[in-house]
């Protein structure tokens, strides 16, 4: 008998069955939630009532910002509910549904970090023709092929899952559904899975980084070839950002799923898990949020409208 038919729910161990320390990861997780939601949706709302921030770059932030405020609600909220109510049991489907769109959040994410690397290197090196290369058309047309290639990076994966057999436990050592994780249960033949598997892996993450990297060394070449140390300084500073997110995105990654075996993973990857869907939506929202200087003029703005406002 097929899955869907055998098996109606998984376990999901979590991290740690210790009631101290569920309690520090609760409290944890709970901080680096909210702060994530607030930094990036407080961007989204002021891109979209300030015109001032009506620019190519903000549109990107604006995108990614979602995707990170959606990826970490993917599975933070299930987890604080497995550690309150003590019950770590998910259905099929909503596991299903989890995979689904931890997977294609996470794809589409780095589809747009190469989108935005082409953005700044247009702004940087060719700022005369910035303008007419990067309209809305083409803007519009990147954010849309990154979703895209979010989901068609998981769908045809997804449907091979839905025919696996599931004979043996339905434990997995998580804290969520993730691909890897799931295989590690059947007792199905995993090796075409794991091919694809690795296969995406290597294709969003290996050439969207050379994207990027590409993108960042013609930045680089021509922020050295500024004559003012001053400008120079300020053009590091700018990408500087940027490479930390990039860096820590991608490392942790390919940390988890470069290698194409299932159950070498499943027991190393928690940690860097819940780097990617607390810690990392938290560390990009601060990260690209305060240091943007219009988005600080468009708060000061804002604040003066409701101030002047209430006043009045």
Known sequence: ???HKTI???VLLGISDGPELQIVIFIFLFITYVLSVTGNLTFIIFALIDSSLKIPICYFLQNFSFLEITFTSVSIPKFWGAIITKVKT????NSLAQLFFFIFMSASEFF???AMSYDRHMAICKPLHYTTIMNKKICTLLVFSSWLGGFLTIFPPLTLILKLDFCASNVTDHFSCDYF???QLSCSDMWLLEMIGFYFVFVILLITLALVILSYVCIIC????????NQRKKAFSTCSSPMFVISTSYGSCIFM???PS???RASLIKGVAIHNTSVAPMLNSFIYTPRNQQEKQAFKDLVHKVVFYRNK
């Open 181 to 183: 994780p799931i295989l």
């Open 8 to 10: 109606t729910e998984f």
């Open 90 to 93: 998910i259905s099929y489907n």
């Open 262 to 264: 299932a159950k070498e």
């Open 1 to 3: 008998m097929r899955n």
């Open 257 to 259: 799923y470069v290698k």
């Open 112 to 114: 747009l970090l190469a």
């Open 222 to 229: 021509t922020i050295l070839r500024i004559p003012s140390a």
